[in-house]
């Protein structure tokens, strides 16, 4: 067992960590009889944690502030229940208990209690709590017959029944690979329990019925499709990602090098070994101590844990934006074990960016980038995407762009849906699709944004970006052409120039001057981006723009760098 694995086990045994002042978790001694004064105090807290969790929160009853687990006896414990489920109706939240530890007296004599409790409130300008999970693996790694199984309530007959309802072209049925990017839904009510489409609901329902809703987003694992699965990690911004690997063929084909993209693009990973059902016992150890042993690699820098009880998947979900914690799962679709951890992992996932950071996107002027396109009979033009900083509301007028020239033309928004209910206001993090007024769906592509008028867009021909270069057979030279992958943009650049050096190796770093070879793009400082081309990978970040006006004059790279830029945080 891993080091590390038995240590969490044994912390937890007798003490948590100390309690820390911001996040969303609260520990209580107990909360007997309080007085009204103290109960609208402990109101507000609740609140407060509330918020920091953006819906959710964890109290620990019968736990110290220094994270003693102190215990209380069961009448206390029953009443501190009591005032809690008080607190948590006068907010309109929903309790459930996850946890009971029992702690055992030095006599012998009436052991001692203490509980951990998921508080969940929808935020009031939401109708649920929203995450999006990235599904990646290797072909045949069982990703879409294991999404079918969580969302449909259903086990698998072993011959993959239960991933037909995933698969989007005729294609994909006759060979049982997907090749698109196909989105399922999976929703928890207050109580944890799983709503899907088990009792033949519609999508509407199960919007309506569920306090935490995860759009799972099943990712291409074929190689052929690596160009999709990139733009599905890179444009619909997930909030984490699962990686499947198949017990009985361990870590092949294409399962390093997703988990390599989650890596490059910071998305939290966890790991789900399938198939389990399949294999005897020793090649599933193997596969398990393959993974192990890449997360640990100094490449990954990741603490794996095996979850192999409740207990486990708690522990991992509530610790799991450490960044650190890769939680390693292993399931059978046929037979169904281990998925009750699994999905108890998932209800108890908490959102990754904190309340302040997500304010803050509030604020901004509203940029909404376009990842997939649509008609619509009687409806007109409609543009999916995910709105990655400020809000749009119906009837809104915005600019939309870069056209093939880089400008920008004004549009009226007409309606706005998510997860296919209409809705009248969408904020940063979300994702949404948008209807358009006047706007033809042949001037649309991938890659153009939605901003609010009054914002100077940073579009530009050439940008220059910090680069790492995973591999490549042997070198990379001034004008090297590839494909590259920002946010939801996704074109060949030729690379103008390579500051300081003549050339770039596999594993080394170098700055590097991009230019986009058919037209303008608008991208953003701080942007993170992967390139490919053939066998050569690399990833980086965008660190100046060098702005559209600049590049008519046609300047030579040279000239560009000693010219103006444009930093697109200042725009």
Not at 183 to 202: A, D
Not at 293 to 309: D, Q, Y
Not at 371 to 391: A, E
Not at 524 to 534: D, I, K
Request: with cysteine; hydrophobic share 35%; net charge neutral.
């Amino acid at each position: 067992m891993d080091p590390h694995h038995h240590g969490i086990e044994s912390d937890m045994s007798n003490s948590l960590p100390p309690e820390v002042e911001e996040g969303n978790i609260e520990y209580k001694l107990k909360l007997v009889n309080p007085t009204e004064s103290r109960l609208e105090h402990l109101i507000t807290q609740m609140k407060w944690r509330l918020e920091e969790g953006e819906g959710e929160a964890i109290y620990e009853i019968g736990v110290e502030d220094n994270g003693l687990l102190a215990g209380l006896t069961k009448p206390d414990l029953d009443k501190s229940m009591e005032t809690l489920q008080t607190m948590a109706l006068r907010l309109g939240a929903s309790t459930s208990i996850l946890r009971e530890r029992t702690i055992e007296a030095e006599g012998g004599d009436n052991p001692r209690h203490a509980l951990e409790i998921l508080v969940r409130k929808v935020p009031e300008d939401q109708q649920f709590i929203d995450l999006r999970l990235a599904v990646l693996g290797n072909v045949d790694a069982g990703k879409s017959t294991l999404l079918g199984v969580l969302t449909q309530g259903e086990l698998d007959n072993g011959r993959g029944r239960a991933r037909l309802n995933l698969f989007r072209h005729l294609h994909e049925i006759q060979s049982g690979r997907t090749s698109s990017i196909s989105h399922e839904i999976l929703g928890f009510n207050g109580k944890g329990e799983i709503i899907n489409y088990s009792e033949s609901r519609t999508v509407e329902e199960i919007c309506e019925n569920s306090t935490k809703l995860i759009t799972l987003i099943d990712l291409a694992g074929h190689h052929k499709y690596l160009k999709t699965t990139i733009f599905g990690l890179t444009g619909y911004a997930p909030d984490f990602a699962m990686l499947v690997v198949s017990a009985n063929t361990g870590l092949a084909g294409t399962t390093k090098e997703h988990l390599g993209f989650t890596l490059a693009l910071k998305v939290p990973v966890f790991v789900v070994v399938t198939k389990i059902d399949k294999c005897r016992r020793f090649v599933l150890e193997r596969t398990v101590s393959q993974l192990e042993k890449i997360l640990k690699s100094p490449g990954c820098k990741k603490v794996p844990l095996r979850i192999k009880s409740e207990d486990d998947a708690i522990t991992a979900a509530t610790n799991f934006d450490s960044d650190r914690i890769t939680p390693i799962f292993t399931v059978s679709s046929v037979t169904g074990k281990h998925l009750d951890l699994l999905t108890k992992f998932l209800n108890v996932l908490p959102p990754m960016k904190n309340v302040k950071e997500r304010e803050k996107l509030k604020q901004h002027h509203t940029e909404y980038q376009i990842d997939c396109l649509f008609s619509v009979p009687g409806v007109g033009t409609v543009v999916g995407g995910t709105i990655h900083r400020g809000s749009i509301k119906e009837g809104e007028a915005l600019q939309l762009g870069p056209l093939e020239d880089g400008s920008f033309t004004k549009v009226h928004v007409k309606s706005v849906y998510r997860n296919r209910l209409p809705c009248r206001l969408i904020q940063a993090g979300q994702t949404a699709t948008v209807a358009l007024n006047n706007v033809k769906r042949e001037d649309l592509r991938k890659g153009m944004v939605l901003l609010s008028p009054e914002v100077q867009p940073s579009v530009c021909y050439q940008f220059q970006a910090d680069v790492f270069l995973l591999f490549h057979t042997n070198q990379i030279t001034t004008g090297f052409e590839t494909t590259l992958y920002v946010g939801s943009v996704c074109q060949i650049c030729r690379i103008e120039k390579i500051y300081q050096k003549d050339s770039i190796r596999t594993s080394e770093k170098a700055q590097v001057l991009f230019k986009f070879i058919k037209q303008p793009e608008h991208i953003t400082v701080g942007s993170r981006l992967l390139f490919r081309q053939g066998v050569t990978k690399g990833m980086g970040e965008v660190i100046k723009i060098y702005s559209i006006l600049d590049d008519n004059s046609n300047t030579s790279s040279d000239e560009t760098e000693n010219g103006m830029f444009m930093d697109a945080q200042n725009s």
